[in-house]
């Protein structure tokens, strides 16, 4: 219905009398028996398009001659007009899923929130409150769904997880950040060359890596189990992006990769326990 809305506006808007005979010009005439079809276009008369104007006034609450658009959320939509699933915007789209490690609350602006394990807060962006706090971001979803079985620091025994999601989820994280800063703001991303590029990207004041180097070299048997060298092979234009891009702080993380083709997932190094150390950015 968002389509035929916005096609009947434009329509009107224009003081068109005839519309090219698109797919949802098309439902529009078979559904409300209106227009002529001439070749690939669709001609209205008057008495038509007045038809289709208060047909929209009915699904919508919305005048379509105003040239308002349709609220973005499915409670306003409600508010004016009787269909409330021609809001724009998903009803999920404006959400942050977070998790405290170890248990604990969650500061919200209305009040202390507490899950359980296995469990994530569902949060509107503009209710979380990340001052104080110490974030760790992760982007793969399967790590917030598993957030209790993650092998932290000690050091982040108290941290607050939140997914990064992506599009418009990443866009509210991103927002939020700015507009309230968190005490330390900690990227978790897969140990390859995509993963050290986001992590240097992404705006982190330090990043989560493995602390034993030593440990996950080729001829070692975890390593060589868990290791996905087709998936550094895959990456080389984000090496390149990386090698050129101002890393020095992370130059030995990135010889390492290199030298032993390194591409291990998040998933594997929660599986697997691999020790993980705080690894500060540089400004």
């Keep these: 219905m968002k389509r035929e809305f916005e096609a009947v506006q434009h329509m009107l808007v224009k003081g068109q009398t005839q519309v090219k005979l698109n797919q949802t010009w098309k439902k529009i005439h078979q559904q409300q028996g209106v227009g002529i079809v001439t070749s690939t276009m669709l001609s209205l008369s008057r008495k038509e398009r007045e038809y289709l104007r208060n047909w929209i006034m009915r699904e919508t609450g919305i005048d379509p001659y105003s040239r308002d658009k349709l609220p973005e959320r499915r409670i306003k939509v409600a508010e004016i007009g009787r269909n409330e699933k021609l809001a724009r915007r998903n009803v999920f789209s404006s959400m942050l899923r977070v998790a405290r490690y170890n248990g604990g609350d969650i500061n919200t602006r209305s009040g202390k929130a507490s899950i359980p394990p296995s469990s994530v807060l569902e949060i509107s962006s503009d209710q979380l409150i990340l001052s104080d706090e110490t974030v760790v971001i992760v982007e793969n979803g399967e790590l917030i769904r598993e957030w209790h079985k993650l092998f932290l620091p000690s050091e982040l025994e108290h941290a607050l997880i939140i997914y990064r999601g992506h599009e418009s989820e990443a866009a509210l994280l991103r927002d939020l950040l700015i507009s309230s800063p968190p005490k330390l703001n900690i990227g978790y991303y897969d140990f390859d060359p995509a993963g050290l590029l986001m992590g240097l990207s992404n705006g982190h004041q330090a990043v989560l890596l493995p602390r034993k180097l030593g440990e996950l070299s080729r001829g070692k048997a975890l390593f060589d189990s868990i290791n996905q060298p087709d998936k550094f092979w895959d990456q080389g ?47």
């Design 237 to 283: 234009e984000q090496l390149r992006i990386l090698q050129k891009k101002d890393a020095s702080c992370l130059q030995p993380y990135i010889d390492h990769v290199v030298s032993h083709q390194v591409a291990l997932m998040q998933e594997h190094m929660m599986v697997h326990q691999i020790p993980l150390t705080v690894y500060h950015l540089a400004n």
